[in-house]
């Protein structure tokens, strides 16, 4: 099993920035893909990006294309989301996963979970 420690969370206005972290102890972490997800008040989580193994591949759902960049820092065992031009909406608790398999280009099937870091955005 991987351990993750999310950090990075806070309270910023519409249109800030803001930029999460995510340490990965335990098994090897530039094998897995990893992703984050977002959990609303009353809505269910859902993934809002995804960074493959080898970090050559990344997804984004299309509420925060071209405003959130994942990235990955194997040496650092550490994986981040870079959230820029932030809405109201995007308020939520977020979480760090990585994926159960390893070598895989998508985190289709999570086998850790971090414990969340709260992201507010006023307007």
């Known amino acids: 099993q991987v351990q993750l420690v999310e950090s990075g969370g806070g309270l910023v206005q519409a249109g800030g920035s803001l930029r999460l972290s995510c340490a990965a102890s335990?098994?090897?972490?530039?094998?897995?893909?990893m992703g984050w997800f977002r959990q609303a008040p009353g809505k269910e989580r859902e993934i809002v990006a995804a960074?493959?193994?080898?970090?050559?591949?990344?997804y984004y759902a299309e509420s925060v294309k071209g405003r959130f960049t994942i990235s990955r820092d194997n040496a650092k065992n550490t994986v981040y989301l870079q959230m820029n031009n932030l809405k109201p909406e995007d308020t939520a608790v977020y979480y760090c996963?990585?994926?159960?398999?390893?070598?895989?280009?998508?985190?289709?099937?999570?086998?850790?979970w971090g414990q969340g870091t709260q992201v507010t955005v006023s307007s």
């Open positions: 960074v493959s193994w080898s970090g050559g591949s990344t």
């Open positions: 996963a990585a994926d159960r398999d390893q070598y895989r280009n998508y985190p289709s099937k999570i086998g850790s």
């Open positions: 335990g098994r090897t972490f530039s094998s897995y893909a």
